[in-house]
């Protein structure tokens, strides 16, 4: 997902860290630990071991372990095969790994797209 062209990593939150209370930054986190709280920030990396009780805001996010609570992703989702996710998503794209598991709603919307209904055209289709 990250190329070197990507921002740099910027803050780290190692596995034998557990940290409660709510995070606000720009740039990159990378987390590995144990995080009980909101999270505000340019884009999140959720590594296999990681633990995250609380909602996720930012561009990117992607989840290789546990959270708990709704993402909102102005850009993309990706959920790697080890990555849950309990709670709801949106975001403009989303991308789940073989084996990846999300337990609530999605919604995707991309800016200025329009909702096609196509049932209407579904049902003449059948009664041709």
């Known amino acids: 997902m990250f190329t070197k062209d990507d921002k740099q990593l910027e803050t780290i939150i190692g596995n034998n860290t557990q940290l409660d209370g709510n995070i606000s930054t720009k740039g990159t986190i990378k987390v590995d630990g144990r995080i009980n709280g909101n999270i505000e920030t340019d884009w999140?990396?959720?590594?296999?071991?990681?633990?995250?009780?609380?909602?996720?805001?930012?561009?990117?996010?992607?989840?290789?372990?546990?959270?708990?609570?709704?993402?909102?992703?102005?850009?993309?989702?990706?959920?790697?095969?080890?990555?849950?996710?309990?709670?709801?998503?949106?975001?403009?794209?989303?991308?789940?790994?073989?084996?990846?598991?999300?337990?609530?709603?999605?919604?995707?919307?991309?800016d200025g797209s329009k909702v096609v209904e196509i049932k209407d055209k579904v049902k003449e289709g059948f009664s041709q």
């Open 44 to 110: 999140i990396i959720l590594g296999e071991k990681s633990y995250m009780k609380g909602n996720i805001s930012a561009s990117g996010v992607v989840v290789a372990g546990y959270v708990e609570g709704n993402i909102t992703a102005k850009e993309v989702i990706e959920i790697k095969r080890s990555g849950q996710v309990r709670g709801d998503i949106s975001t403009s794209k989303l991308v789940v790994i073989e084996g990846g598991f999300v337990d609530g709603q999605v919604s995707m919307k991309k």
